[in-house]
C-alpha cells in the first residue's frame, strides 16, 4: 500500500516535471527559431552584398574606367552599362540597376527611369558615401533586395558614385526559406533531445525522490535491527484492525518477552544479545501465519497482531508453537544459548476498546506469565489485581514523580578506620497511594527500561542535592552519592544539567559522586569514558557500584577512569564464611588502590567482617552494621548524639 502511494505521487510529480520542462523548451525552440530566421535573412543580405561588389568590380568598374567627375556618361558608356545590366536581367540575376551620383541624381537606370532623385541625408546613402556597402530588403512593391555598392574609381581607388542593384527577392526567399528550414529541422531535433533528456532526468529524479521518501518511511516505521514494524507502525495497524473487529470478526494481540535476555547482554556483549533478537525475530515470523505481524516494540520485547482469530484456544496453539521455536538453542559467536520467553494474550473486541487498552492487557497477561510456570497467559479481568503490568507502572511511577509521591533515604558510608560518617549514599524509595512502600527492585528495573529512568534519576538527583545544601548548613560535611545507569551517562548533555544542579543548590561539585552500576556498564566505552572525564573535570566523581558482580573488564576499567571501586555484597556478605570470598576481596581492595581509586565495601553487617575489611586496607563501608537507609536528620542526629557520648 505506501509503494502504491508513493508511485502514485512518483508519476504525478514526473508529470509536473515533464510539463514544466516542456515550457523552457518550447520558449527556446521560439528564441532559436527567430534567431535562425535573423541569420538565413543576414546570409540573405550577405549575399546580395557580394554579388553587387563582383558586379561593380567585373562590369560597372570597368565600363566607368574614365568617367567624368560627376558621372558625366558618354553615349559609349551608357551603352556599355546598358549591354552589362540587360545580360544580368535577362539572366534573372538582377531586377535593376542604376547608377547614382553623390548628389542623388540617377545618371543610368535599366529601366529608364531617371527623374526620381535618392535621398542624400538617410544613413545608408552617407554609409556608402563613405566607402561602406549596404544591403536591405525593400518590400514595397516588388520584393527586392536592395543592395547600395560604392563605385571606386579604376585610377586613385576612391568612391565616385553608388551602384544601386535590386536583386529579385523570389530567388534569394528560397535560399532563406530553405537555410530556415533546415536550421528549425536541426533546432526540432536537437530540442526533442534536450526534452528526451530533461524527462529521463525527471524521470530518474522522481524515481529516486520516490524511493528515498519510501525508504525514510520504512525506516521510520520499521525497526533498523531485525527490520520488524515498529511501536509506531504496530500501533496504527492495531487501531485499524481494532476498528474493523466486531464479534464476527475477532483477533488478538500478543506481546512477547525475552526472559534472562540481559543475562545475556551481560554475559556475551551487545553484539551477541543483537544476534539473538535476530534469530528471535525470524523465529517468531515463521511461527506465526503469513498475515500476522511480528513486530518489535523495543528492548527484548516483541508484539504479534493476530487478523483473525476465532478464540483464546486457537491464538493458545500459535503462541506455544512460536514459545517452542524460540526456546530451540541458538549458537551466538561460538556459545549456544538457551533462552525462553513469556507471552501475554488479549482477545479484541471482547477484552479491549482501545490500542492502550489492548497493549496494557496484553502485558499484564504477559508480565503473569512471567510471574509463573506456564509463561503463556490469555487475559482475563481477574488477574489484573495480581499482575503489575510494567506498562501500568510506568504510567503510574510518571505520575509518581509529577505528584512527589517519591522520596530519598540515605545510608551512610563510614571511614572504616574510624568509625566516622564520611558520606551518604541517596536511594530512591515509592510511597504507593494504594500499594504501599514499594521496594526498588519492583520499579527500578522498569524504569530502565524506559525514558523514565531519565526523569527518575534527574528528580533523585534533584531531590537529594537540595538535601545536601540542608545538612551543610546543619553542619555536617558529607559527600553525597547518587546511582545513575550508563544510559544517563550516555546523554548527551549529562555533564551542563549535573553542574547546573550543583550550582542550583549552592553545592561543591566535589561533594557529589555518581554512581554508575556495573552490571550496566555494556555501552559504548569512548563515550562512557569522554563523559567521565569531562564529569572529572567539573569536580564531579563517578563511582562503579556493585564491582564484581556485573562484566567490566580489566581493559575497560583501566579506560574509564573512576574515582571509586564499591565491592558487591555478595563477597562481603561470605567474607568470613569463605576464603575465596576473602581472596576476591582482598584482590579487589589491592587493584582498587594500584588505579588510585577509593575502595568501599557494600553490604557490611556485622563488626567482625568491618574488623576484616579495616585490616585489608578497605577505605570505606557500608551497611546494616552501622545505619539502614534513613531520613538525613535522623542520621545527622544520630551523628551528633555519637559525638555526645564519653570515649
Known amino acids: ?260 535476555f540481559k543475562e545475556v547482554n551481560d554475559t556475551l556483549g551487545h553484539a551477541a544479545g543483537d544476534e539473538l533478537l535476530r534469530v528471535v525475530a525470524r523465529r517468531l515470523v515463521g511461527a506465526f501465519r503469513s498475515d500476522d505481524v511480528v513486530a518489535r516494540l523495543g528492548g527484548d520485547e516483541f508484539a504479534v497482531l493476530l487478523r483473525r482469530v476465532h478464540d483464546a484456544e486457537e491464538a493458545m496453539v500459535l503462541m506455544e508453537r512460536a514459545r517452542h521455536e524460540i526456546r530451540e538453542d541458538v549458537a551466538v559467536d561460538g556459545v549456544v544459548i538457551s533462552i525462553d520467553a513469556s507471552l501475554g494474550l488479549c482477545l479484541f473486541p471482547d477484552d479491549a476498546g482501545d490500542v492502550e487498552e489492548l497493549l496494557q492487557h496484553a502485558d499484564t497477561a504477559m508480565y503473569e506469565g512471567k510471574r509463573g510456570a506456564t509463561k503463556i497467559v490469555t487475559y482475563a479481568p481477574a488477574i489484573a489485581p495480581a499482575a503489575l503490568s510494567p506498562l501500568v507502572l510506568q504510567r503510574e511511577l510518571a505520575e509518581a514523580i509529577a505528584e512527589d509521591q517519591l522520596f530519598v533515604e540515605y545510608q551512610p558510608k563510614v571511614l572504616l578506620a574510624t568509625g566516622r560518617t564520611v558520606g551518604v549514599e541517596a536511594l530512591v524509595r515509592w510511597q504507593h497511594p494504594q500499594r504501599g512502600r514499594m521496594s526498588p527492585d519492583e520499579f527500578i528495573p522498569v524504569a530502565e527500561r524506559s525514558p523514565l529512568i531519565d526523569q527518575l534519576t534527574a528528580w533523585v538527583v534533584d531531590r537529594a542535592l537540595r538535601d545536601c545544601a540542608a545538612w551543610q548548613q546543619a553542619g555536617a560535611d558529607w559527600t553525597l552519592s547518587v546511582n545513575v545507569s550508563a544510559r544517563n551517562l550516555t546523554a548527551p548533555d549529562v555533564v551542563q544539567r549535573a553542574v547546573e544542579a550543583t550550582r542550583r543548590y549552592g553545592v561543591d561539585p566535589e561533594r557529589l559522586i555518581l554512581e554508575l552500576t556495573e552490571t550496566m556498564t555494556p555501552f559504548d566505552d569512548e563515550v562512557l569514558r569522554r563523559t567521565v572525564v569531562d564529569l572529572q573535570q567539573a569536580g564531579i566523581r563517578v563511582s562503579l557500584d556493585d564491582f564484581g558482580a556485573g562484566v567490566t573488564n580489566l581493559a575497560q576499567l583501566r579506560a574509564i577512569p573512576v574515582a571509586e571501586i564499591k565491592i558487591d555484597r555478595q563477597f562481603v556478605d561470605r567474607l568470613d564464611r569463605e576464603p575465596a570470598s576473602e581472596a576476591v576481596v582482598a584482590s579487589i581492595i589491592d587493584l582498587g588502590h594500584r588505579l588510585g581509586c577509593t575502595v568501599t565495601a557494600e553490604g557490611v553487617e556485622s563488626a567482625e567482617v568491618a574488623e576484616r575489611l579495616a585490616a585489608y586496607g578497605c577505605d570505606l563501608g557500608q551497611g546494616y552494621y552501622w545505619q539502614r537507609p534513613t531520613a538525613w536528620r535522623e542520621l545527622l542526629a544520630q551523628e551528633v548524639l555519637t559525638a555526645a557520648q564519653p570515649t
Open 1 to 260: 500500500m505506501p509503494y502504491r502511494r508513493f508511485r502514485a505521487r512518483g508519476l504525478r510529480l514526473f508529470a509536473l516535471y515533464a510539463g514544466a520542462s516542456l515550457v523552457p523548451v518550447l520558449v527556446l525552440g521560439v528564441v532559436l527559431g527567430a534567431s535562425y530566421r535573423h541569420d538565413a535573412e543576414q546570409g540573405a543580405l550577405q549575399q546580395g552584398l557580394a554579388q553587387a561588389a563582383v558586379i561593380e568590380q567585373m562590369s560597372i568598374g570597368p565600363a566607368l574606367l574614365d568617367v567624368s567627375p560627376g558621372l558625366r556618361l558618354t553615349d559609349a558608356q551608357e551603352i556599355k552599362l546598358y549591354a552589362v545590366s540587360n545580360e544580368a536581367i535577362f539572366k534573372g540575376s538582377v531586377a535593376q540597376l542604376n547608377l547614382v551620383n553623390f548628389d542623388g541624381q540617377v545618371v543610368f537606370a535599366s529601366a529608364g527611369d531617371r527623374e526620381q532623385r535618392r535621398d542624400t541625408t538617410t544613413a545608408a546613402f552617407r554609409r556608402v558615401e563613405s566607402g561602406t556597402p549596404v544591403a536591405q530588403f525593400d518590400m514595397t512593391g516588388t520584393r527586392a533586395v536592395r543592395v547600395l555598392e560604392p563605385v571606386v574609381s579604376e585610377r586613385n581607388g576612391l568612391p565616385i558614385g553608388i551602384l544601386e542593384i535590386r536583386f529579385p527577392y523570389d530567388h534569394i526567399a528560397k535560399v532563406v526559406e530553405h537555410n530556415t528550414h533546415r536550421g528549425y529541422l536541426r533546432l526540432g531535433l536537437g530540442l526533442l533531445a534536450l526534452y528526451v533528456m530533461l524527462a529521463l532526468i525527471s524521470w530518474w529524479t522522481t524515481r529516486a525522490l520516490r524511493r528515498d521518501a519510501a525508504g525514510h518511511e520504512h525506516r521510520a516505521l520499521h525497526d533498523p535491527l531485525t527490520g520488524l514494524p515498529n511501536r509506531a507502525l504496530f500501533r496504527r495497524l492495531a487501531e485499524r484492525a481494532l476498528a474493523e473487529s466486531s464479534a464476527e470478526r475477532k483477533g488478538g494481540l500478543v506481546l512477547v518477552d525475552l526472559n534472562r
